[in-house]
């Protein structure tokens, strides 16, 4: 009895798994949350190209710092996420890990099935909903690939 518990708290590969998946995770919705906070404009012209990122930042003052703000906030918003997943990487109840791993497998699908649904209708975003997608796919795949991993190790 004492040896599970044990087992429970000690590292194990999927222990480490998850942690570097959410550390990665992590560092990448901080670097895009930052980006998109502070430079949003220059984001835009290296993703989007000049003439629709201009589009993109609004043609009225009014426009335009509404986009700011929004654009803010919602950097504001991953970064928290990614705050969010730096804490959640020193969880060791595998549990909780692979509930976690399952939410955040849903919600990557969803998004992509998003950018596949509305995305794609937005004229200028149009050319870039494919490459956006692929990546939320990936991202997924992390989590099936840990879920595949623990699993494995659970009944092995």
Request: aromatic content about 16%; some cysteine; charged content about 15%.
């Amino acid at each position: 009895m004492s040896t599970t518990t044990s087992s429970s708290s000690s590292s194990s590969p999927s222990s480490s798994a998850f942690m570097m998946i959410c550390l990665l995770h992590s560092v990448i919705a901080l670097s895009s949350g930052a980006l998109m906070m502070f430079h949003m404009k220059e984001i835009y012209t290296f993703t989007h190209g000049i003439e629709t990122a201009t589009k993109l930042l609004g043609s009225t003052p009014h426009d335009q710092l509404l986009i700011r703000t929004s654009d803010s906030f919602s950097g504001l918003l991953l970064f928290a996420i990614g705050f969010l997943l730096f804490m959640v990487s020193f969880v060791k109840d595998k549990e909780f890990q692979s509930f976690f791993a399952k939410g955040c497998t849903v919600l990557h699908v969803f998004v992509a099935i998003w950018r596949c649904w509305f995305e794609r209708r937005v004229e200028d975003l149009a050319w870039d909903w494919l490459r956006q997608t692929v990546g939320d796919i990936l991202l997924a795949l992390s989590w099936v690939f840990f879920l595949v991993y623990s699993w494995r190790e659970k009944y092995d």
